[in-house]
């Protein structure tokens, strides 16, 4: 397999400064050596490659962007690009490391004690800790205002019941990061692994994220002592502002998704032949496909470059997020189905990563923040008229 050469229609990279560049070539050799070796095999046979945690981990990729605690205080074009090279690998893999640093490490960040900030964060930056995040209930994805997941205060305990489920690492994790409704509103809390009353199954069956855990988690007369309450995340709004964080790096992670469908349906076309002895690359309607794709993903690439440049200067909005989560994932997409079409039988077999991606995806425009639910954002934010309801 030849090596990942980059996709750089506009010289992109000439905004990129040295550093940049070096910490996207360094999880762009771990992607390669690393992680495409055994990728195909954990997704056929529905396993997360939890070996490479620590390796991450030792890279700095957990939590990158947050300051302190052991945490590589990235910028956030870095981040990103970290998060692009892990989603060209699989998004399974760029989903775990979304989920520990920006639903786990940063809610802890921001909204913690100094205590819980203390305990977990180094642990969970240097892998030695895995966490998960749970807001989605049964009844309540789309709209998680509706959750009953209950937080009762006793004394100096909080009692938790109720189930949240599709938890990404929810069974492998140490901590969970769990949203429940308090007297006072919706509150986030710690819950440890083997807390008496704290249970998880796993969810099989899945089609798509096959090398990611995925769980249900129930709480039953859950008993977490006070102090693990997250003292700052008052309300829906910390949970949302976490999510905020996530689909900013998944922004970024679907374009090396993208990426490499393109890279794929590139190399193949110029490769096969039919027709005459010629590339499939030569036909017109062949080379139509592959300029749509390399404009979208060259226009991605600049969406998600200047909202890591708000997001630095402390400008960014929900809602740019939104247009960075809602079009690059919808451009992936398209360009997975594309590239399949381009490879044609071969492009169903796993021997190529696209039907990989293009099942990945799927999962990608779902979770997040549907594709549905970030239109109206956007639609709020250019009409003033919410109109999710
Ligand atoms: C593999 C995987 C991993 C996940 N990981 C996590 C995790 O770690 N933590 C977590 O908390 N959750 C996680 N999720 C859950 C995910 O966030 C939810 O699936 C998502 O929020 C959508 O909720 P839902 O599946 O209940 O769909 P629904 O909310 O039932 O939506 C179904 C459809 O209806 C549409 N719809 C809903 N409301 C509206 C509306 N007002 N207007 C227009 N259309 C609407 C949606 O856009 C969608 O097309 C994960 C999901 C998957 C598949």
């Not at 205080?73 to 981040?79: A, H, L, P, R, S």
Request: glycine share 10%; with cysteine.
């Amino acid at each position: 397999m030849p090596r990942f050469p980059g996709v750089d229609y506009l010289q992109f990279d000439s905004l990129l400064t040295e550093q940049e560049r070096l910490v996207r070539q360094t999880a762009r050799q771990f992607v390669d050596d690393r992680v495409l070796p055994i990728i195909r095999d954990a997704f056929n046979n529905a396993t997360f490659p939890q070996q490479l945690v620590r390796e991450m981990a030792d890279l700095g990729f957990l939590g990158a962007n947050l300051e302190g605690y052991g945490c590589a205080g990235m910028n956030n074009v870095e981040y990103g690009l970290i998060m692009q090279e892990l989603e060209r690998g699989d998004s399974g893999l760029r989903s775990f490391a979304s989920v520990q640093g920006a639903l786990v490490m940063f809610p802890i960040h921001a909204y913690g004690s100094e205590e819980q900030k203390q305990r977990w964060l180094p642990k969970l930056q240097a892998g030695e800790a895995i966490g998960c995040f749970g807001l989605t209930e049964p009844g309540f994805g789309s709209n998680p205002s509706g959750m009953r997941t209950t937080a009762e205060n006793r004394g100096s305990n909080w009692i938790l019941n109720g189930e949240k489920t599709w938890i990404t690492n929810g069974s492998i994790a140490d901590v969970a990061i769990v949203w429940a409704r308090t007297a006072d509103g919706i509150r986030g809390f710690l819950v440890e692994r083997g807390t008496r009353g704290y249970t998880t199954t796993d969810i099989h069956g899945k089609l798509s994220m096959r090398a990611s855990v995925t769980s249900s988690l129930h709480f039953a007369d859950c008993a977490i002592a006070g102090e693990n309450q997250l003292p700052c995340a008052k309300g829906l709004k910390a949970a949302l502002a976490c999510l905020s964080q996530a689909r900013f790096g998944i922004g970024w992670g679907v374009l090396g998704a993208a990426m490499d469908c393109y890279e794929t349906a590139r190399r193949y076309t110029l490769e096969r032949k039919q027709f005459d002895d010629r590339p499939l690359a030569s036909h017109q309607l062949v080379q139509e496909k592959l300029a749509w794709m390399i404009t979208e993903i060259s226009k991605a690439q600049l969406l998600a470059f200047h909202v890591a440049k708000l997001k630095d200067l402390g400008k960014v909005e929900a809602a740019h997020i939104s247009m960075l989560k809602r079009n690059n994932v919808a451009i992936a997409l398209e360009g997975a189905r594309l590239s399949r079409d381009l490879l044609g039988a071969n492009g169903i077999m796993d021997e190529y990563p696209i039907m990989r991606h293009m099942c990945n995806l799927e999962t990608v425009k779902t979770y997040e923040g549907t594709e549905h639910i970030h239109t109206l954002v956007i639609g709020e934010k250019v009409t003033g008229i919410p109109a999710y309801r």
